[in-house]
């Protein structure tokens, strides 16, 4: 079983910027599996934020945080990255990071991934 672990949730103002990490086990192959960040904002569905493809590392963000947010990964640290820069009041919610086998061709929806972490809070306000 996969286990992953999210860090890094805080409270920032408008226009900051916080880095999310999601660590997982020791041995997990990064090459085998998709890793993706969703969100969940008070009163909506889960969306996907952002995902690194299994194997062949493609990234793929969504319309809503490009050009705002990076996904990186730290295979000596096991663990995976979201910096999220000029951050905004609607980018408040609480973030999952996922992981689902094999390669991927976007970030797709929650119900494709096999596991989940607990979820980190950030909340954008002044």
């Known amino acids: 079983e996969v286990q992953l672990v999210e860090s890094g949730g805080d409270l920032v103002q408008p226009g900051g910027s916080l880095r999310l990490s999601c660590t997982t086990a020791?041995?997990?192959?990064?090459?085998?599996?998709?890793i993706a960040w969703f969100r969940r904002a008070p009163g909506k569905k889960r969306e996907g934020v952002s995902c690194?493809?299994?194997?062949?590392?493609?990234?793929y963000y969504a319309d809503s945080v490009k050009g705002r947010f990076t996904i990186s990964s730290d295979n000596g640290k096991n663990t995976f990255y979201l910096q999220m820069n000029s951050l905004e009041p609607e980018d408040t919610a609480v973030y999952y990071c996922?992981?689902?086998?094999?390669?991927?061709?976007?970030?797709?929806?929650?119900?494709?991934?096999?596991?989940w972490g607990q979820g980190t809070q950030v909340t954008v306000s002044s």
């Open positions: 690194i493809s299994g194997g062949d590392e493609k990234t």
């Open positions: 020791s041995g997990f192959t990064f090459d085998d599996w998709t």
């Open positions: 996922a992981a689902q086998v094999g390669p991927v061709e976007g970030i797709g929806k929650p119900h494709e991934y096999d596991y």
